[in-house]
C-alpha cells in the first residue's frame, strides 16, 4: 500500500465500500444519524506535503488490447480466366447400329456380257485341201468372232470353247481336221465312194486364249465335203464360259 492509501484508512472506515487512492471519495449513503462526509480534496494532509514518497515499481506490461476485428465483405467476382490448352483425343465411340437396306441398284449394262458363237455353212462342195475351209454361209456370227473369208475363228474372250462340225459326205472320202494353234488336234476319216452319201461330226471343247484361231480342213484327195439344196456342211463354235465371268473395266 502506497503512504497515501495509508493515509486515507482511517476516513474508509466509516464506508464498506473500497476506495481508489485517486478517485473521489464515494458517496456514502447518508444515515440521519452521521454527518456527511467531507469530501477528499478538501482534505488538508499537513504530513504528507513534507514527505515525498520513493517512486514505484514500473507496472507490470498490459495486455494486448483489442478484439479481433470481424471478417470483411465478400469481394467483387473477378475476370474469367485465359482459355485452356486443347485436350487430348477422346477414346472411339461405340459403333452404331446396322442401316436401314439399300434401294436395289440399276440394271447392269447387258452389252457387257461376254459372248462368243458363229455357225456357218458351205456354200460349194469339195472345199481344196490343206488350208482353212472357208464356210461362207452365214448363220449366226453377231460378234464376228468368225472370219467367213479366211474360214478362221478368232478367239477375242478367253475361256472354254464348244467346236463342232456336221458334214454332209458323198462322192469321195475325207479326212477332216479341226486346226487350233496351226495344230491338227483333231483327225477323222470317213471312206465313201461313189454316189453313196453320209454325215460325219464331230464335238470337242477347246480351252482359248485370246487370239488363238480355229478352223477345218480336209486332206488332198480326201475332200468329200459336199453341198447342195438338199444337204448342208456346217461348222460352229461357241463360248462354254469365259475364265473370268466378269469383264474387267479398265
Ligand atoms: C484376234 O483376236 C485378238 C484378241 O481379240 C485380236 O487382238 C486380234 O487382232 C484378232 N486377230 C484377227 C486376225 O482378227
Partial sequence: LSPLLLLLLPFSNLSSQHL????????????????????????????????????GLPGMKGQKGGIPGMNGKQGE????????EKGDLGP??????????GNPGSKGDNSKVRRSAFSAG?????????IPIKFDKILYNDQEDYNPSTGKFNCSIPGAYVFAYHMTIRGRPARISIVAQNKKIVKTRETLYGQEIDQASFLIILKLNAGDQVWLEVGRDWNGIYVSAE????????????????????
Avoid: C, R, W
Fill in 92 to 101: 472411339a465411340g461405340v459403333m452404331g447400329p446396322l442401316g436401314p437396306k
Fill in 77 to 84: 467476382k473477378g475476370e474469367p480466366g485465359s482459355k485452356g
Fill in 20 to 55: 481508489s487512492p485517486l478517485a473521489s471519495v464515494p458517496l456514502v449513503p447518508i444515515k440521519s444519524t452521521q454527518p456527511i462526509m467531507t469530501p477528499l480534496s478538501q482534505i488538508h494532509f499537513p504530513l504528507h506535503s513534507q514527505y515525498k514518497g520513493n517512486s
Fill in 231 to 250: 444337204d448342208d456342211s456346217i461348222f460352229t463354235g461357241f463360248l462354254l464360259y469365259p475364265d473370268d465371268i466378269f469383264e474387267t473395266l479398265a
Fill in 122 to 130: 458351205l456354200s460349194k462342195p469339195f472345199p481344196p485341201p490343206n
